[in-house]
């Protein structure tokens, strides 16, 4: 979600924005939402926003209700932004959306949010669990069809993951090899320097096991 918030600094102006919030069908606008919420953060404001997404959640009811249930998820997740993104911190915010949701369309967004969050902190597993125990609400061929490639693509990301954490673990122990055969390179030096010859065939030896 890109932080376009450099036009809401003033209340005025997230006021503003704030009266575009609903749809003319009277759906919530889930990314301008979104947006308010990093604004609302900026202006140390948070909580304060927070509330009023948790009284629109309560004049709601139906896909609306479950809309501002995902608005509200992600307005929790940017209470620890500071250390990173938390996706999943308001987890129980999406659960309730996936169970509110009236539409084939809002639930699926509901749970691309639940799946996105476990994929985000790496529990790919426990994403394709909830796909698996929810695919049975998604019965129209449209419904089945999305499920399905929400599937594929989970299980893609499981793979990417899987290959980067390979490639950073093998970066990481070539990075320490490195340190440490210039450290016995080091040692070794300062051994030949006093004519050490133990000390000097010992890190010989060592290296000699590094290659």
């Known amino acids: 979600m890109a932080k376009s918030f450099g036009t809401l600094n003033s209340p005025e102006t997230r006021s503003i924005v704030e009266a575009q919030l609903v749809d003319p069908q009277g759906q919530p606008r889930v990314e301008l939402a979104n947006t308010l919420s990093w604004a609302h953060l900026r202006a140390k404001q948070l909580k304060q926003w ?3 997404l948790e009284q629109r959640i309560g004049a709601a ?33 999406l659960d309730e959306a996936l169970a509110t949701a009236s539409s084939q369309t809002c639930r699926l967004e509901a749970l691309r949010q639940l799946v996105e969050g476990y994929g985000f902190i790496g529990r790919h597993d426990a994403a394709l669990a909830l796909i698996a125990g929810v695919q049975d609400q998604f019965a129209t061929p449209e419904g089945s ?10 299980q893609q990301a499981k793979v990417d993951y899987i290959a980067a954490a390979k490639r950073q673990a093998e970066q990481a122990e070539a990075h320490n090899r490195k340190v440490h055969k210039a450290e016995l390179n080091k040692r070794l030096a300062t051994a030949r320097a006093r004519a050490d010859k133990q000390e000097i065939r010992r890190y010989e030896a060592l290296l000699s096991n590094l290659q």
């Open 61 to 93: 009811g139906g896909d609306a209700k479950a809309r501002w249930l995902i608005a509200r998820a992600y307005a929790e997740s940017l209470e620890t932004v500071r250390y990173g993104l938390s996706p999943l911190r308001g987890k129980h915010w």
């Open 50 to 52: 927070q509330s009023s």
């Open 145 to 154: 069809s999305a499920i399905q490639t929400l599937l594929s693509e989970t």
